[in-house]
Structure formats: structure tokens, C-alpha cells
């Protein structure tokens, strides 16, 4: 099994310019989360979807979009980016929380380096 | 609102000592985990907490659990170079369930 893939690895973008994030996962896993980490900040989450066709905010979701069209993506989206949206995007994903195997946490992707100039 | 809160931020221990990192929270909840962060990789799980008392062990590591002090502790034995890393707690707190993590630990191990 793959896990959690992420693409891409890295990208470098001017201000103004959009991008999206995509991150795969085929573990059947019923949620997925996108989380940005920044020094000294540790990891913030950005957007979540419990399921197909779902999404919701989380700490830090402005200057972001999501969608979960197929259960097994998750995309994260930039509209115009900004300098400050240059960070390390890390994908991940989970069974439910109702589930046992939830115990388990998430899966992690191998992050996405984000460059914003 | 859950916050979790990880000491020491930075810990440089030299080979063959112990030492503990510290993860504090501020509300209830039921799991715990511990994570590993290599620099520039991806975070890989180590532990995870499910009740009271837990206590979880491999190899040099050794995580607990006290859900009455909102507390667990990640407990190094003999430090090797090869610990050095970032630890992540995270406690599932979000209204969905989500993990909250903590800012991290940086460990360096040296010789």
C-alpha cells in the first residue's frame, strides 16, 4: 500500500498565483486533514473532510480552499497566494473517531514544501 | 478549547543520558499520541494512549499517560544519536475529533 501520497514535493510560486495540493490516500480512511507547519508553531490544521462530499474549517483556513469530490482525495487549494502561505503542508488521514481502529491516528503524507515569493 | 502545551521546546542531552519531554492539556479527552518528526521527513507515529495509566515502551522510549493531571511524558533512556528528532504530542480534541498537536520538541542527541 502507498499510504498518504501528496503532490507535489515542492513548488516555488509568485504572489498572486494559484496552485492546488492534491493528496491520495488508499486506506479507505473516512477523514482526511490538511495541516501547515511553520516554526516554532508546530502543526495547525487548515481544513478536514469526515467524508466524501464533505468539508470544514479549522484553526487556520483563510486563503485556503478544499474539496473532497472522491473519497480517497483530498485537494487544498490556493486562489492567489501570498508569502505568508510559505510553509511545509503536510496531508493526512484517519478512520473515524468512532472507530476502533481510529485508536490507530492518522496517516501522515511526506509533506509539501511551499515556497511563496 | 483543547490547547496542548510540550516541554522543554528544545532538549540537547548527550549520549547515555536520560531525560523526559513533557505534554500538558487543558481539557478531557481520550487518546494521546506520540510522534516523530525527522528533519525535512514526513511524522511517523510511535505511541498511542488510550486510558488512564497507560504506559507504552520501545526500545530507549517510554511514553505514560495521566488523564487526571492532563498529562503524559515521553521518558528517554540512555540517549543514542540516533533519537535525535522532533516529537510531536497530539491529543484528540477538535470537534470532530481531530488531533491537536503540540508545538514540538527538538531533541538533539550528542556524542
Known amino acids: 500500500n502507498a499510504g498518504v501520497t501528496q503532490t507535489p514535493k515542492f513548488r516555488v510560486l509568485k504572489t498572486g498565483q494559484s496552485m492546488t495540493l492534491l493528496c491520495a490516500q488508499d486506506?479507505?480512511?473516512?477523514?482526511m486533514y490538511w495541516y501547515r507547519q511553520d516554526p516554532g508553531m508546530g502543526l495547525r490544521l487548515i481544513h478536514y473532510s469526515v467524508g466524501e462530499g464533505t468539508t470544514a474549517k479549522g484553526e487556520v483556513p483563510d486563503g485556503y480552499n478544499v474539496s473532497r469530490l472522491k473519497k480517497q482525495n483530498f485537494l487544498l487549494g490556493l486562489e492567489s497566494a501570498a508569502p505568508s502561505q510559505t510553509s511545509v503542508y503536510f496531508c493526512?488521514?484517519?478512520?473515524?473517531?468512532?472507530?476502533?481502529?481510529?485508536?490507530?491516528?492518522?496517516?501522515f503524507g511526506s509533506g509539501t514544501r511551499l515556497t511563496v515569493v | 478549547e483543547l490547547k496542548v502545551e510540550q516541554n522543554p521546546l528544545f532538549l540537547s542531552m548527550q549520549e547515555g543520558k536520560n531525560y523526559t519531554i513533557y505534554c500538558n492539556y487543558s481539557t478531557t479527552s481520550d487518546r494521546l499520541y506520540w510522534y516523530r518528526q525527522d528533519p525535512g521527513k514526513s511524522l511517523e507515529s510511535l505511541f498511542v494512549?488510550?486510558?488512564?495509566?497507560a504506559v507504552k515502551q520501545e526500545g530507549r522510549l517510554m511514553a505514560s499517560l495521566d488523564t487526571k493531571a492532563r498529562l503524559s511524558t515521553l521518558h528517554i533512556t540512555a540517549a543514542v544519536h540516533d533519537l535525535s528528532a522532533t516529537y510531536f504530542c497530539?491529543?484528540?480534541?477538535?470537534?470532530?475529533?481531530?488531533?491537536?498537536f503540540g508545538k514540538g520538541t527538538k531533541l538533539s542527541v550528542k556524542p
Open positions: 493526512a488521514s484517519s478512520y473515524s473517531r468512532q472507530s476502533v481502529r481510529g485508536a490507530d491516528g492518522y496517516t
Open positions: 497530539a491529543v484528540r480534541g477538535g470537534s470532530q475529533g481531530n488531533l491537536i
Open positions: 494512549l488510550l486510558s488512564n495509566g
Open positions: 486506506m479507505n480512511h473516512e477523514y
